[in-house]
């Protein structure tokens, strides 16, 4: 990532041709991030908040994850974000817990 800041509503969504078990680490990584796991629906099953900048501990999101979401730290808990929340991207579809229209 390389970058030692990021706009608010800036973000990275990684998307996965299936659910599967997913892990991260924060490698090349200047600022904390919060990280969303969220299955086939884009319904958030984990969130790991502040990571830590260059770490390279693994981040397990845990299994049938679909789509991550890495977010600046400590954004979700500001804007309320919690295990449950459904996130509406038209790269969800069909399976959308709650449909982009």
Do not use: K
């Not at 991260?24 to 969220?38: A, G, V």
């Amino acid at each position: 990532m390389h970058r030692e800041s990021m706009a608010t509503s800036a973000g990275m969504l990684f998307v996965y041709d299936e659910p599967q078990f997913v892990s991260f680490w924060m490698r090349n990584t200047l600022i904390p991030l919060d990280m969303l796991f969220l299955d086939a629906t884009g319904t958030v099953q984990h969130i790991h908040e502040n990571a830590i900048p260059l770490d390279e501990t693994a981040i397990p999101g845990g299994d049938d994850i679909q789509y991550v979401l890495e977010i600046n730290g400590g954004l979700s808990s500001r804007l309320g974000i919690t295990v449950g929340s459904a996130l509406r991207h038209p790269s969800i579809g069909d399976n959308a817990a709650w449909a982009c229209e």
